[in-house]
């Protein structure tokens, strides 16, 4: 798939996506990833970062709230406009702009650090955002990303649950299938019935690539493995939102962190 054409998918999904994840309806993205991505963050107070695919801006913030200088650009103008709508309403000295993972706008060596929560997936071509990223971040600087566990997450995954509906097996399949760009139809499974009724689902390009071809694209790009991670939660949290407790039987995300 064009780069072009995977943007626009995303540039469709942008408004209601926000209205949806400011509305508390991303649980995994609330509870399991942000949480274990943040735990994993070296240090970056005082440090200029880059967050590649910002979205509107909640996970960029939090970083920012470390105490980081930060700049982030997305590929879809409105996920930029309701950032830049939420830095002003709550400045923390972050720059906005739209901009491609894959032809990122910047000069060599810019940046201290660089993030990208949940994106690198969702570009065609993976290996030149990872380049990118090497590019723009200065030696001695890191890259820390998430993505959909590959092993847990393959094209084809289902939750398993007993009668009372606690999940106790993941289902998966299609693992070393190559996927380019196939499109997929969903919604935020804990947005009220009530709004699912009247909302169109989110239409996203899947590209899926297996653990060893995510690692070694790393190790690739130029970057020193140094931390892996695979975020779950606790038994209180799963309790508080029992949706997210499949993620105690086997991750839904991979958490990678590549040193320059």
Request: aromatic content about 10%; overall charge negative; charged content about 25%.
């Amino acid at each position: 798939m064009e780069r072009e054409r995977a943007a626009a998918f995303w540039e469709a999904n942008a408004e209601t996506w926000t209205q949806h994840s400011r509305a508390g309806y991303d649980v995994y993205r609330d509870n399991v990833n942000t949480p274990g991505f943040l735990a994993m963050l070296p240090p970056v107070a005082g440090l200029l970062g880059l967050d590649i695919g910002c979205g509107e801006g909640a996970n960029t913030r939090s970083v920012a709230r470390l105490g980081a200088r930060m700049e982030a650009i997305d590929a879809a103008p409105t996920f930029v406009k309701h950032a830049a709508d939420a830095e002003r309403s709550e400045p923390l000295g972050i720059t906005y702009g739209v901009g491609d993972a894959q032809a990122l706008p910047f000069p060599d060596g810019r940046f201290d650090f660089a993030t990208a929560f949940m994106v690198f997936m969702d570009v065609p071509d993976y290996r030149a955002a990872l380049a990118e990223a090497h590019r723009v971040v200065r030696p001695g600087g890191f890259l820390q990303f998430s993505i959909l566990h590959p092993c847990f997450v393959p094209p084809h995954r289902r939750v398993v649950r007993d009668a009372a509906g606690v999940p106790h097996t993941i289902e998966v399949a299609r693992y070393f299938d190559k996927i380019d760009g196939e499109v997929e139809r969903w919604k935020f499974s804990a947005a009220p019935e009530a709004v699912q009724e009247v909302t169109e689902p989110f239409a996203t390009p899947l590209f899926h690539h297996t653990l060893s071809e995510w690692l070694n694209a790393v190790i690739d790009a130029g970057f020193s493995l140094e931390r892996i991670g695979e975020p779950s939660v606790d038994e209180a949290t799963a309790a508080r939102v029992p949706s997210v407790a499949d993620s105690r039987i086997a991750p839904l995300f991979l958490h990678v962190r590549g040193r320059k």
